[in-house]
């Protein structure tokens, strides 16, 4: 049997000469829950709605449960979804909203009402259940969302942006509540969201897009220590980007010359001798040390800047060799001025070749 | 101080609310309390008082008759024009090929002078019109079809000229309405016409109804295409007219009375009809 | 076969856009083809029996309609009086509807509905008393007489257009150029009116409408000097000569036409009919 739940195949969906799905390839597993991930615009509603039916792509095919639904319309294809603006039915209760799944299934009444009852229960709600949603906050009113994508168990839950609508506090709450949710239910699940910090914290796995295209999937420590694209690098937390030269490739290391200094670097598949390429390394990965230090791998001479504090952190600007600036940030323990000489180490094994 | 100033808020406000205010008195209010003494005085008359007017209308059976007739015309055009508003409405929403066309359409029986538009009507399904050579020419039927001056006829003419107001206020709610619903709905398992039938029709009800009740009103008051279209059928606005404008001498009393009947009639069904309105969603 | 039901499925769907663009036009044609006819009618002759269009052509209806039904002077009577109408109508909602939509008013809902009763009212009601104190003031049969009358009516759709165009106002450029230094003067010209001015231009075009198409208020006021275009198509539908009723619509229907113009361009229609939902 077929391993992914969700599937699709170089799907193209274009409106007018906006591309706002370029030859998309995303499979989700079955039981997994994969962020889509990426900036307003990119494309990520699009391949939601194809999934769902509401879109027909140009070109490419869906697949959900192994089956090709493309042409299936969107009621027969047995999916839930939560929305960004919660799209509860104004004119329902609570009850009637997560009964409306049931009621379209036409589920005999008994069973109904456990089924609705058991779906508030799950997000904490039994006692609102004759409350319309107007009188609930935009929290209360996400979990009911939540309960109508579910009540009928679904093969599918998809949420697009569903947290975007609530302040940032409850944003964080609401989060560990739909992972340990959708985690006990043991439900595949597609996460549509434009924030980095949600999608590392949430996922299995992470498809990050750009401009239509699906940049790059894996896990969130992938995709966050190792991203393969500098859009992705720079998408998904602060990043230094440094360009340079491959001169030597010894033992799966990249000797990268830039300017006069001499990087050495995990080479990247497909990395070779002569091109240019970006060595990339998040700010706090990079060590800062006293003038005095002793030499060691990758580590240069510099002059601290500029520093900003950022609490429990200070962000610093080294100046290394002419034109080369490197962001650094560390924990305030050891403190540098601005204009003071600095040693500043960036450990190989958080450098990465980015090829362009 | 502050007792002071607000005071002279309280009347700037007044001066500035007083042309209106003059204007509603002395155009409206003035007339209809004219109307309504005229309507209890004896005919001809210009003192004493009578119920004799009312009376006499209240137990003439052709009275209750008018009065049917003007509900009759003025419900049938609000349902029908609610029908055909709302597939008009759908259709426009998803901006079909010419759909600006078509908006501009629903204008033209509000924009264009009423009874230029009952007197093309009467051309168009006239025995001779081109309603009825389609009737004979194309389907070939034997004989034309009368519809001028019959209440079919009159129905017809009424949502024509009165639908604008249930169509516009139905589509600028639908289009107000979040798409999200529908889409919500639609992975929920729902058919498009389930969608129509649980989500978007009670979610645009509100809209709909405060449409007809312009639509109502329209209907309920018409004067002049009835004047012009009605031949037997005489509705309220008519007869009043005819009061004064057949008999003579004229029959002021007469009518006024039966205006006072026709704007309480209108007042009652309008709180009625109100009340469904503001009900909270169900 | 599944090609085949492919086909199926795709002449389906060309079905459903089928009936739909029928109904479309069906609708289109049932609005507009009495205007067709009436168009065909003023310029044709000989028009009788089983035939779709006139078998000859000609223009003498229309100076017919120009000698003998006076249209010239029934337009201008028309203009006159909706302009009028308009001015009063505006001149009286520009300070009600400030104040009903910017000012403390106490109970606001009720002045409201009020001053909107007399779109509820069947106008025949209070024209009946109009008509007997214009009589007493010797107003009947004057331009201004029925132009007042015309205002019972366009006022409250005025008062209505306007105070909703000052309530959406927004407060805060209002304050930003009082900050920023402008006199009130100058505020007043050079950012309240020109937000304003959609609105009361929308004001102006109904008003227009409702005055021009004004039937019932003018028949109870007017007089031979006074005889605008409902009434001179009301007479002439009685009077029976079609072809000539026909010209005459058509010369009196080419302001509508204008409107019709402008509040597609300028205006949301949606605005000409709401206002009625808090009643
Ligand atoms: N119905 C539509 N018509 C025209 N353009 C659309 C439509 N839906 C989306 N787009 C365009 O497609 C692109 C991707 O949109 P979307 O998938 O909504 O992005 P995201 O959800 O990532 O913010 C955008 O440029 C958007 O303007
Ligand atoms: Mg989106």
Redesign the pocket.
């Known amino acids: 049997m077929d391993d992914n739940m969700i599937e699709l195949r170089n799907v193209t969906k274009r ?1 007018g000469p ?1 591309v ?1 799905n370029a030859n998309v390839n995303l499979s989700v597993r079955r039981g997994e829950l994969m962020t889509l991930l ?1 900036p ?7 391949a939601l709605r194809c999934i769902t039916g509401q879109v027909t792509p140009d070109e490419g095919r869906v697949f959900i449960d192994g089956v090709d639904v493309t042409d299936v319309p969107t009621h027969k294809r047995e999916l839930g979804m939560v929305f960004q603006n919660f799209a509860l039915f104004p004119h329902m209760t609570v009850y009637e909203n997560v009964e409306f799944p049931l009621m379209i299934r036409r589920v005999p009444q008994g069973q109904r009402r456990e089924m609705v009852m058991d779906a508030l229960r799950l997000i904490r709600m039994e006692s609102y259940a004759q409350h319309y949603p107007r009188q609930l906050s935009g929290g209360q009113q996400q979990r009911v969302g939540l309960a109508r994508a579910l009540v009928y168990h679904p093969k599918v839950l998809l949420l697009d942006e569903p947290l975007s609508n609530l302040d940032a506090k409850l944003r964080e709450e609401m989060r560990f509540e739909i992972r340990d949710l959708i985690s006990r239910l043991g439900i595949t699940a597609l996460y549509v969201t434009h924030d980095q910090a949600e999608a590392l914290a949430l996922s299995d796995r992470v498809a990050v897009m750009n401009a239509g295209r699906i940049e790059q999937v894996g896990t969130p420590d992938e995709i966050y220590e190792s991203p393969r694209s500098r859009f992705v690098a720079d998408f998904i937390g602060l990043s230094n980007f440094i360009r340079g030269k491959v001169l030597a490739i010894e033992r799966g290391m990249a000797i990268v010359a830039v300017n006069h200094i001499k990087l050495m670097v995990p080479a990247a598949e497909g990395t070779q001798v002569g091109q240019d390429i970006l060595v990339f390394i998040r700010p706090n990965d990079v060590r800062l040390f006293p003038v005095d230090f002793a030499k060691a791998e990758n580590t240069f001479e510099g002059v601290v800047h500029k520093l900003t504090y950022l609490g429990d952190t200070i962000d610093y600007r080294v100046i290394v060799a002419e034109g080369v600036q490197i962001r650094v940030q560390t924990d305030g323990k050891v403190r540098f001025n601005a204009g003071e000489a600095v040693k500043v180490c960036l450990p190989e094994a958080r450098c990465r070749v980015i090829l362009e | 101080m502050s007792h002071f100033t607000n005071k002279r808020q309280n009347l700037i406000t007044f001066l500035l609310l007083s042309p209106g205010l003059a204007g509603f008195f002395g155009l409206f209010f003035y007339p209809m309390l004219v109307t309504l003494f005229r309507s209890l005085r004896p005919e001809g008359q210009t003192s004493g008082w009578t119920l004799g007017n009312y009376a006499a209308f209240l137990s003439d059976p052709d009275f209750r008759g008018i009065i049917w007739l003007t509900f009759f015309l003025a419900i049938t055009s609000t349902f029908l024009s609610i029908l055909l508003s709302v597939p008009l409405a759908l259709l426009l929403r998803r901006k079909p090929v010419g759909h600006r066309l078509f908006r501009l359409t629903i204008l033209v029986p509000i924009t264009v002078p009423g009874l230029i538009g009952a007197l093309g009507l009467l051309l168009f399904w006239g025995s001779r019109g081109w309603f009825n050579l389609l009737l004979l020419q194309v389907f070939r039927l034997k004989a034309p079809l009368t519809i001028n001056y019959t209440l079919t006829g009159l129905v017809i003419f009424y949502v024509w000229h009165y639908f604008s107001y249930t169509a516009i206020t139905t589509l600028s709610t639908l289009e107000g309405l979040d798409p999200a619903f529908e889409e919500a709905a639609r992975v929920a398992g729902a058919t498009p016409w389930q969608v129509l039938r649980y989500i978007v029709i009670p979610l645009i009800m509100p809209g709909i109804l405060s449409g007809s009740v312009l639509t109502f009103m329209a209907a309920f008051g018409a004067f002049s295409i009835p004047l012009i279209t009605g031949g037997n059928y005489r509705p309220l606005s008519v007869a009043i007219y005819k009061q004064i404008g057949i008999f003579i001498p004229a029959r002021w009393s007469a009518a006024s009375a039966m205006a006072m009947i026709m704007a309480a009639l209108q007042v009652v069904f309008l709180i009625f009809y109100m009340r469904i309105l503001r009900r909270p969603m169900a | 076969m599944t090609a085949l039901a492919k086909r199926y499925w795709h002449a389906l769907i060309n079905q459903k856009k089928l009936f739909i663009y029928t109904f479309l036009w069906s609708f289109f044609l049932w609005i507009t083809s009495p205007f067709l006819i009436i168009l065909l009618k003023s310029v044709g002759r000989n028009w009788f029996g089983k035939r779709w269009l006139p078998p000859e052509l000609t223009l003498d209806w229309y100076k017919w309609a120009l000698t003998i039904a006076n249209i010239p002077q029934v337009l201008s009577n028309t203009l006159i009086i909706a302009a009028i109408a308009v001015t009063i109508s505006t001149l009286l909602a520009l300070p009600t509807g400030w104040a009903l939509g910017r000012r403390k008013v106490p109970a606001k809902e009720v002045l409201t509905s009020i001053i909107l009763l007399p779109r509820m009212i069947p106008p025949i009601a209070y024209a009946l008393g109009i008509a007997q104190i214009f009589y007493r003031l010797h107003l009947v049969d004057t331009h201004l007489g029925v132009a007042l009358a015309h205002v019972a009516i366009c006022a409250p759709y005025a008062i209505l257009v306007l105070s909703s165009t000052f309530e959406g106002l927004d407060e805060r450029v209002l304050e930003a150029a009082a900050v920023c230094g402008a006199s009130q003067l100058r505020t007043f010209f050079h950012v309240t009116l020109p937000l304003v001015l959609p609105g009361i231009l929308s004001s102006i075009i109904f008003t227009f409408t409702t005055s021009y198409n004004e039937f019932t208020l003018t028949l109870m006021t007017y007089g031979p000097h006074t005889i605008t275009l409902p009434v001179r198509t009301y007479l002439a539908v009685g009077e029976g000569y079609w072809e000539v009723t026909s010209a005459l619509s058509i010369i009196l229907i080419i302001p509508s036409l204008f409107v019709l113009f402008m509040v597609q361009r300028q205006v949301q229609p949606e605005k000409l009919v709401g206002g009625f939902k808090g009643v």
């Open positions: 409106y906006i706002a990426g307003s615009g990119c494309g990520k509603t699009t």
